[in-house]
C-alpha cells in the first residue's frame, strides 16, 4: 500500500443494532477496532471498484472442479496457456480424488482479459465449481 497518510477523525450515525450487529462480527471476526474494520471495508469497496475499470491491471486467481474424464478442460487450459502466455503466470493441478481434479490458476493482465480467460473455463460444462477472485496491488489505494 502507499505511504501513510495523516488521519482524519470523523463521526458515522447509525442505527443501534445495525451497529451492535457490526460490533458482535468484528468481535468475532478478531478486528481490535471498529477503525481497522471500517478501514478494511472501504478499502474492499475501493479495490473492487478498480474491478469495474475495463484497463485495470488486476491479479485473478481462478479455481475450476472438474470431472477429469473429459478432456474438455485440459484441452481448453492448454490452449489457452499456449495463447496467453503473459497472462497465465501459474496453474497449479491437485487430483482431489478417483474422478475429480482441481485447478488454480493465476492469472495477471488486463481486467477485461482475464475476465474473458476466466470466463471461458468457468462456463466449460465439465466443470463443477469454480470461482474467479481478483485483487489488485491497490496502487491507487492507500
Ligand atoms: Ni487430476
Redesign the pocket.
Given at each position: 500500500m502507499g505511504e501513510m497518510s495523516k488521519l482524519t477523525r470523523f463521526g458515522v450515525s447509525l442505527e443501534t443494532n445495525l451497529l451492535a450487529q457490526f460490533d458482535a462480527l468484528i468481535e468475532k471476526i478478531g478486528y481490535k477496532s471498529r477503525s481497522e474494520a471500517i478501514r478494511d471495508l472501504i478499502r474492499e469497496r475501493l479495490v473492487s471498484e478498480e474491478w469495474k475499470k475495463e484497463d485495470q491491471e488486476v491479479i485473478g486467481i481462478l479455481s475450476l472442479v472438474y470431472n477429469?474424464a473429459s478432456r474438455e478442460v485440459t484441452d481448453l487450459l492448454t490452449r489457452i496457456q499456449h495463447r496467453h502466455l503473459d497472462v497465465v503466470i501459474s496453474a497449479t493441478?491437485?487430483?482431489l480424488d478417483e474422478h475429480n481434479?482441481l485447478e488454480v490458476i493465476i492469472l495477471r493482465g488486463q481486467n477485461a482479459l482475464v475476465t474473458k480467460i476466466a470466463d471461458e473455463l468457468l462456463s466449460t460444462k465439465s466443470v463443477k465449481h469454480g470461482k474467479l477472485i481478483r485483487t489488485t496491488m491497490g496502487q491507487n489505494i492507500s
Open positions: 477429469h493441478h491437485v487430483h481434479c
